[in-house]
């Protein structure tokens, strides 16, 4: 049977939590995100979402509908990415693009009256910089300093 690479993505469940705990990331990816096993989700306004490609984990990230959102926009209607990450065995097939390009549709049918996503990227993270430019994030030029420097705000508008 042919993979089609269909992704999708779903809020977390219990179900995916095995797949998820065997994330693995190389050393050079560790110091910009976190793996899903790292990731502690029981605060309120949390949602941590995975993404599949035939039904299988291959991606992970959190939106957030906190009060942490306003430490990078304004805009109450916002929610904050953070901590995608690709399995490291699942790397290399255009998983973090088209789930990055599925995200809006996501959000506009989970989050109704979300209209932005912010995320700050290190500026050291290249790789990471480019996709989020390849899917529609802007850098409007806001910099924060994070735990290992400096850190590039950007945002995506719907």
């Given at each position: 049977?042919?993979?089609?690479?269909?992704?999708e993505?779903?809020?977390?469940?219990?179900?995916?939590?095995?797949?998820?705990?065997?994330?693995?990331?190389?050393?050079?990816?560790?110091?910009?995100?976190?793996?899903?096993?790292?990731?502690?989700?029981?605060?309120?306004?949390?949602?941590?979402?995975?993404?599949?490609?035939?039904n299988?984990?291959?991606?992970?990230?959190?939106?957030?509908?906190?009060?942490?959102?306003?430490?990078?926009?304004?805009?109450?209607?916002?929610?904050?990415?953070?901590?995608?990450?690709?399995?490291?065995?699942?790397?290399?097939?255009?998983?973090?693009?088209?789930?990055?390009?599925?995200?809006?549709?996501?959000?506009?049918?989970?989050?109704?009256?979300?209209?932005?996503?912010?995320?700050?990227?290190?500026?050291?993270?290249?790789?990471a910089?480019?996709?989020?430019?390849?899917?529609?994030?802007?850098?409007?030029?806001?910099?924060?300093?994070?735990?290992?420097?400096?850190?590039?705000?950007?945002?995506?508008?719907?």
């Amino acid at each position: 049977m042919q993979k089609t690479n269909a992704i999708e993505l779903v809020h977390f469940s219990e179900d995916f939590v095995d797949v998820l705990n065997d994330f693995e990331l190389p050393e050079e990816q560790c110091q910009f995100t976190a793996l899903p096993k790292e990731i502690s989700i029981e605060m309120v306004g949390q949602y941590p979402i995975v993404i599949l490609s035939d039904n299988v984990p291959v991606g992970f990230f959190v939106l957030h509908a906190t009060e942490r959102v306003k430490e990078y926009s304004n805009n109450p209607n916002a929610v904050l990415l953070t901590a995608l990450s690709i399995d490291h065995k699942q790397q290399g097939n255009g998983y973090a693009k088209k789930g990055m390009l599925a995200l809006s549709e996501f959000i506009k049918r989970v989050f109704k009256e979300c209209n932005e996503v912010v995320l700050v990227v290190n500026h050291k993270n290249i790789p990471a910089q480019n996709l989020y430019l390849k899917v529609g994030f802007v850098d409007n030029g806001e910099r924060r300093m994070g735990p290992i420097g400096e850190q590039i705000v950007m945002n995506l508008n719907f």
